[in-house]
């Protein structure tokens, strides 16, 4: 199978790539040239920009892919260029999308519009009803003003001539995570802190994550088979712990011995408060992906958390 991978040469995409080449698939990779990494040698390297598709719509065109990858699709615009290349040529799409086209998204932000939606959210929970969540946020990301998932998903399941499979992602950690989610509760452990503080509600909120690898390799199982098409699925791993479950595992793995303790907001340090709501969980459920295409996470819980804190020690001087 030929497979057009967008963005695959990230956190994400890095770990996709292999699994691929191993099952025998012609790969090419998308990509600006602008990262440190450039895509494995058998991999076909294509170099252009996501947002003007057009200037290498030729090139695209003579790849002719089975399955198109989109691992950066944020925008309405750049999903309506990807339906405008390859609607009609045969290929389908597998689109990432994320948890945070749910409503209790929102809410988690202090947004709500209304009240926590039941956990774990199923792919048919309630939508955001409000749109462009990072729209005027300062961050370090250049879709932020037009970043949009909902609509994404929208436009690419409402096209009949270009079949699609959406995965949500929950909160990826691993090796090369760019955002360090393992960091906070990490350092602490590492200063050798006798507790670890959470706000009540925090140590009860569940937030579903997923091992890169393993988030890896439910992407490539969708490209694989066919028979997501028309689904969207959330990834994830399981189960979804607790926050202090999560910190416990965490622990566990480091080696720290200290206590996880739950406080009202008000015995919580400032620098620890949180301005979020945690009575809305982004607990996803994950069950029909297993189901339909028979996924099965291939990095254990312990394994995964133990390749993260080597990484992220690794940064941290130890
Ligand atoms: N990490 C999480 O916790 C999480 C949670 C939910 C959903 N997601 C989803 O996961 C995806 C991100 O995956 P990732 O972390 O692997 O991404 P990443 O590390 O940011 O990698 C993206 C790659 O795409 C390439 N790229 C960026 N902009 C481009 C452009 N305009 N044209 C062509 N190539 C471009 C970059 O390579 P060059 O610089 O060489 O072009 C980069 O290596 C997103 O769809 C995100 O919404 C992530």
Redesign the pocket.
């Known amino acids: 199978m030929k497979v057009l991978a967008i ?1 695959a ?5 890095q770990n996709v790539l292999p699994l691929l080449i191993d099952r025998g698939h012609e790969v090419a990779v ?6 440190v990494q450039s895509p494995p040698e058998d991999v076909r390297e294509i170099r ?4 003007r598709l057009t200037d290498c719509r030729a090139e695209l065109e003579r790849f002719a892919p089975d399955v198109i990858l989109d ?4 925008t309405e615009q750049q999903t309506q260029q990807i339906v405008d290349i390859f609607r009609g040529t045969g290929g389908r799409v597998v689109a ?1 999308s ?2 945070d086209v749910y409503r209790n998204y929102d809410g988690f932000r202090g947004k709500a519009t209304a009240p926590p939606d039941p956990v774990p959210l199923l792919e048919n929970a309630p939508l955001r009803e409000t749109r462009y969540p990072y729209r005027g946020h300062e961050m370090n990301f250049g879709y932020a003003q037009d970043y949009e998932k909902i609509l994404v998903e929208q436009l690419l399941l409402g096209e009949p001539a270009l079949p699609a499979t959406v995965l949500r ?4 950690y691993g090796p090369g995570d760019r ?1 360090h989610r393992l960091r906070p509760y990490l350092q602490r452990m590492t200063d050798r802190q006798a507790q670890i503080l959470l706000e009540e509600g925090q140590a009860s909120w569940r937030w579903t994550r997923g091992f890169v690898e393993n988030v890896a390799a439910a992407v490539a199982l969708a490209v694989m088979d066919p028979r997501g098409v028309g689904h969207v699925y959330n990834v994830g791993d399981e189960p979804t712990f607790t926050e202090r479950e999560w910190v416990e595992r965490i622990a566990r793995v480091a080696g720290w011995g200290g206590d996880v303790v739950a406080v009202p907001r008000s015995e919580l340090p400032d620098d620890l408060r949180q301005p979020v709501d945690w009575r809305f969980h982004l607990w996803t459920d994950t069950a029909a992906l297993r189901f339909d295409l028979e996924y099965v996470s291939p990095v254990p819980l312990d394994e995964a958390l133990r390749r993260t804190v080597e990484w992220e020690r690794s940064g941290l001087g130890e």
């Not at 252009?48 to 947002?51: E, H, S």
């Not at 691992?71 to 944020?74: A, D, E, G, N």
């Open positions: 963005g040469t990230g956190f994400i995409g998308l990509h600006r040239g602008e990262t252009g920009n996501r947002d691992l950066i699709l944020y990432v994320s948890g992602l929950p909160a990826v955002q």
